[in-house]
Nanobody
C-alpha cells in the first residue's frame, strides 16, 4: 500500500523558515521522482519543486527558486522541502507527490498530471 505522509507545516512569520518532510512507503522510493506542489483555496494546484530518484536533478518554480531547497534521503525513504525567506504568498496546503523517474523528462516534472501518488497535504501559513 502506497503512502506519502507530509509533516512540518505550521504558522511562520514572513522572512522566516520552515522545513517540510514527506515520508514514503509501499514503493521503491529510489526509482521515483518526488515533487512538491501547493494549492491555495480557489486556485489551481501549483508546482513548487521536484527531485529525481537519485537526487542528482532538481527543478524549481521561478517563484521559489533561491528560497526553497528540495532534497531526499533514499535510505530513509523521505523527501524534504526546506523553505526560507517565506512570504505571505507562500501560504497554501503543500502536497508531496511521487512519479516513476523513468517516465519523466524536461517540462513533465512541472505538471501534476504525471504524478502517480499524492500525500494528504500539510498547511503552511505565512503571516505578514
Amino acid at each position: 500500500q502506497v503512502q506519502l505522509v507530509e509533516s512540518g507545516g505550521g504558522l511562520v512569520q514572513a522572512r522566516g523558515s520552515l522545513s517540510l518532510s514527506c515520508a514514503a512507503s509501499g514503493f521503491r522510493f529510489s526509482s521515483y521522482g518526488m515533487g512538491w506542489f501547493r494549492q491555495d483555496p480557489g486556485k489551481a494546484r501549483e508546482f513548487v519543486a521536484a527531485v529525481s530518484g537519485g537526487g542528482s536533478s532538481t527543478y524549481y518554480s521561478d517563484s521559489v527558486k533561491g528560497r526553497f531547497t528540495i532534497s531526499r534521503d533514499n535510505a530513509k525513504n523521505t523527501a524534504y522541502l526546506q523553505m526560507s525567506s517565506l512570504k505571505p504568498e507562500d501560504t497554501a496546503v503543500y502536497y508531496c507527490a511521487a512519479v516513476e523517474d523513468r517516465r519523466m523528462y524536461g517540462s513533465s516534472w512541472f505538471r501534476d498530471e504525471y504524478y502517480d501518488y499524492w500525500g494528504q497535504g500539510t498547511q503552511v501559513t505565512v503571516s505578514s
